[in-house]
């Protein structure tokens, strides 16, 4: 087994655990590689089976952009705050790394999204992936910059299915948005900014797209989830200097009126491999503290 090792010795946590990540993937496979868990483009002559990044659920997240294409599963040994997506710390990476580097480890598939930068003229400037999540965020200086959405099944992104409904195929105009901005997230990333935004707890398992509005001078402007073969475009009518394109936190784009971010499902899937002693509502309770009750004093807690 051929297996990409990819991490941040400069990160004390990650240091730490690092010679004893290698010692353990020596006893079950060849590290071909170590590499910085940075965004570098991989060269097409690494053959690798296996990715293993070492770090937090940022340096995850980079490294699933990284390898996308090649469909190679990706391994995340937690060393960061969180580790919601990283579900492997030390101990249950040595107890699962036979299943791991094994012929039939267990894989989770999750959606990604595929995210264009279109000028007036329609010329594409940007073509980016983003696993959690792509947000159009006002910027300085922060006055409230006004969006015009668009739910289309028309055009498409990559070979994602196109669905017809009662009438043919849509292309609709949505709702405009004046406020700091709106998040467009995959059901992965609807733990992150989408939910601290007010948006919903979504299933990584279901097939959808989760759009939350950032703060709207609206008092009935709900988040809506729409279906993964639906592309959403943002088009941005008035912007701020600082207006800006994000994706997952890493990447940025700046923006101006009259730019449009087409948001859609991205062909591959992220392939991520699973810790069998872990399932997604543990997570949700014991790292969200998803549904945590009140202080009870008779209960003690």
Known sequence: MKVLLAANPERPATAMILDEVRSILSQHAEIVAELAADSAVLSSNLAFERMVAVGGDG?????VRRILERGVPMIGVNSGRLGFL????LASFEA????IFGPTPLVRQRLVMDVMVKRKDSTVVFHGIAINDAVVTAGPPFRMIELQLRFSNEQGFSNA???SGEHGFSNELGPDVSGDGVIIASPLGS???SVSAGGPIVHPDVEALIVTPICPHSLGFRPIVVPSHLDISVRVVRANEGTTLVLDGQTNVRLSAGDTVQVGRHQSMARLVGNPDVNYWQQLLSKMRWAAPPTY???GV
């Open 191 to 193: 733990t992150a900014y």
């Open 59 to 63: 340096t995850l997240i980079a490294q």
């Open 86 to 89: 990283a579900e492997f710390d």
């Open 161 to 163: 299915p196109r669905v």
């Open 96 to 99: 699962h790394a036979q299943m």
């Open 297 to 299: 004093r008779d209960r």
